[in-house]
């Protein structure tokens, strides 16, 4: 009789497994493109790597050549770079804050069209991360660094210099509140998410969807067709690899000073001797940190980045719900409602303003340098979101990655800005003076006037390197698969690699000119990407319009009718085998 259930499960077991088959091939048959070329078929494996025989050499020699080129005229790097900032700012910005615009029109229409209903992997794909732990993982990699960096410094600096959009407003008055938070909210809020939306869409897409690499090569399909595997694809993800690594370091860079910042504070405060806040201290901690981003990735997505990420989010929430217990609670509420609002009313404007005055700079050194930070952040960003958002449909893998992020960081921005606003309009403090004379320690200078200084401090210190760790296992695991011809898994030789080039990046980048270095890279990189992206706006389009035709198509239906067909043969041989088991225990029981 102890044969009978095991037949039984055995058959139960085979009319799954054909139900699964059948769903595959649904998907491989009506929507993966006529082609024998698979991911990684034409890499090398050689000395632990697993690399795309184009893309991951040419990569490295121009990294390699701008580091060198860096290091070898270190004196004249400074001025290069901040040069090199106004020409593109000069030249450019009108495009950034177009496209930027054009990103968010984009994206809306996807979500809120008919092609709100296509899920990511196919009809039958199911969902590879809990929605807990999907958010999680877009927080940490979103912004994290930025957050902290900026949550104190941007407010303050547009409450004593108002931005030239407010015209009329007076700095260092209770009108420039709500508009440098509003302001705050901009560079913060839907447009940074809406470009990541858009890369992290078509990755998604074109990989689960189609069966292409996840590369940016694979969303090109469209007009390309096998000629993503040619050159062509070889310099688009090129662009990508650099564009990613250098959006990454200038993350990177920025959280090492803030780490610096915090450990002198506290260091001058505890300690007979503070730690000093110098370049070649933060190019130690970039090499210890990120000694311990390479144990973290690998370890791998699921057990080193998913749970780091979990911890981080932890941290943040425990952070921000710290600050705004010992801070004016009400104040921030009401600062919070009041800035949204602002917000909301000059939002159709002020995303499509560009400062037109011959020789102002202040645009130059705060909206576009965020639209370039954030366009080469996208690879980044946007290949992890496609990575972990498998199973879920179109609509809301818009709308979550627009607006719950987006949210957040309006609340978070509201209760480190504004009790910072609060410690100028209501107190006789002043930060101003602190954020123009050193923007990374801002936000310690904000706890010294509220309780529990050494606290805030620590976990703010620490919540900055787990940042780092996060955005450096992330980013590596992304530029893994670009370098890899869009495998899934790479060796774990090949991962510590770039988390070790990440870090290199980020200390030659403050060794040759610090933070306006950061801010010139994030630019440049950005601005060629900005023309790929507006490209795959319509390769997106043309993908997500051929799912839906085909998903109307009467072979789909008949396709589904075979699968749920097959479904109800596996349920009646299902509860066969529960029925059978029960009369066997019953008999049983009777012999007995």
Known sequence: MSSEPDDASAGSDAEETLVGETSEGLQVELFHPDTERKPGDTNVERWGFDIHPRVFPIACAVIALFIGLTLA????SAEVFGTGQVLISAGGGWFYVLAVNVFILVILYFALSKYGTIRIGGVEAEKEFTDFSWMAMLFSA???????????????SHFGSVPPFFTGVEAETEAAGPAGMA???LHWGIHPWAIYALVGLGLAFFSFNRGLPLTFRSIFWPLLGERIYGWPGHLIDIVSVIATLFGLSTSLGIGV????????????????TAVPQATWVQVVLIAGITAIAT??????LDGGVRRLSELNLYLMLGFLALMLAVGPTLYLLRGFVSSIGTYVGVLPELAFWTQTTSGDTWQSAWTIFYWGWWISWAPFVGMFIARISKGRT???????????PS???????????GSALFVELETSGTLVAAVNENVATAIFELFSYYPLTPLMSIVGVVLVVTFFVTSSDSGSLVIDHLTSGGKHDVPVTQRIFWAVTEGAVAAVLLIGG???ALQTAAIAAGLPFAFVLLLMCYTVYLGLDSEYEIMASDEFAEWVERIEAREDVASVGSDAVVEKRVESDDATSLDG
Do not use: C, D, K
């Open 73 to 76: 005229f270190r004196s004249g």
């Open 142 to 156: 979103g912004m994290g660094i930025g957050l902290m960096f900026f949550s104190v410094a941007e407010p303050v």
């Open 407 to 417: 949210l957040f960081s309006f609340f978070w921005m509201s209760v480190f800005g």
């Open 295 to 300: 144990l973290s990735v690998a370890a791998g």
């Open 514 to 516: 610090g933070l306006g």
């Open 394 to 404: 179109v609509r809301e893998f818009v709308l979550a990655v627009l607006f719950l």
């Open 183 to 185: 302001m705050t909210y």
């Open 257 to 272: 000073q803030q780490v610096n910042a915090g450990l002198s504070v506290l260091s001058g405060q505890y300690l007979a």
